[in-house]
């Protein structure tokens, strides 16, 4: 990848949109429920057969793949991402999320290593991608008995939601935390439902501001509340919003705490 690319490249993840909610100020609180959820799991690597290429594949898969990369992986130092030997993001820290870089359909060698030094690498392997929008997420742990590190492969909604509406993606990564209900705290009503770690859910809601909370699932949403933020969501609209870091940080190998990072996907920036 040319040096210019490269520029581009880092320059874009200055320029992020990821948002920490935790520095949200006021937001008035919505009863709105949301009308379409589903509920997926993450693609791991080691399971996919989708990557980056510089050239048209075997398969005949044509085009330009949009690719952004996401640090969530609470015990790993900052890190470099290489595409084909060649470093696109540089020094990449926790809850970092990247802008959309462009790669051509196909299959790319794609390697993560520890910032500043290409002989630790925590992952290498051959990936391939098909013309459309993807998020590549640095999950899981580096410690042998935590959730075994692995980037995951999500596969981006960049349409524009209705008119007053906004599309939410939950990605679940939090290596320590159960599966979780999402909801509103000004109703109790829950967003999302039962969402485990190494999953995702999706729903429409009306372009609001609320108070979100998250819980442990249980089968009424009314699980002890393990955070609280306020988050704005504007019409035609699609964000993802990562669950990431330990809910107990003082038992893991990372000492980052449970948060929600939030990145916007489609729409005005």
Known sequence: MADRTRRRVIAALGGTVAVGLAGCSQGGDSG????????????EDNEMTEGMDEETTDSGMDGTA?????????????VDVYV???????????????GYLEL?????????????????????????????????AAAGELA????????????????APGS?????RLVHA?????????????????????????????ATVAANDYTVQVRPETDTNDGDVVLERDISVNGETGYTVFAAGYLS?????????????????????
Do not use: C, K, W
């Open 84 to 98: 084909d030997g060649s470093a696109v993001l540089e020094d990449v820290a926790f809850t970092d999320v990247s």
């Open 144 to 159: 042998e008995d935590g959730e075994a590190f692995s980037p995951l492969v999500l596969e981006d909604d960049t349409s």
């Open 66 to 78: 949009m690719v952004r990369v996401a640090h969530l992986s609470p015990d790993a130092p900052n």
């Open 104 to 136: 051509s359909a196909g299959t790319h060698t794609v390697e993560i290593t520890a910032a500043g030094d290409m002989s630790t690498s925590v992952f290498e392997q051959d990936l391939e991608l098909a013309a459309t929008d993807y998020t590549i």
């Open 164 to 168: 007053g509406e906004s599309r939410v």
């Open 249 to 269: 940080p003082d038992d893991e190998p990372g000492d980052e705490a449970f948060q929600l990072v939030l990145a916007q996907d489609t729409g005005s920036m």
């Open 174 to 202: 939090s290596p320590d935390a159960p599966a979780v209900d999402v909801t509103v705290s000004a109703t109790g009503s829950a967003i999302f439902d039962d969402v485990a770690f190494g999953e995702t859910a999706t």
């Open 32 to 43: 709105e429920t949301p009308t379409e959820a589903d509920t997926d799991t993450m693609t």
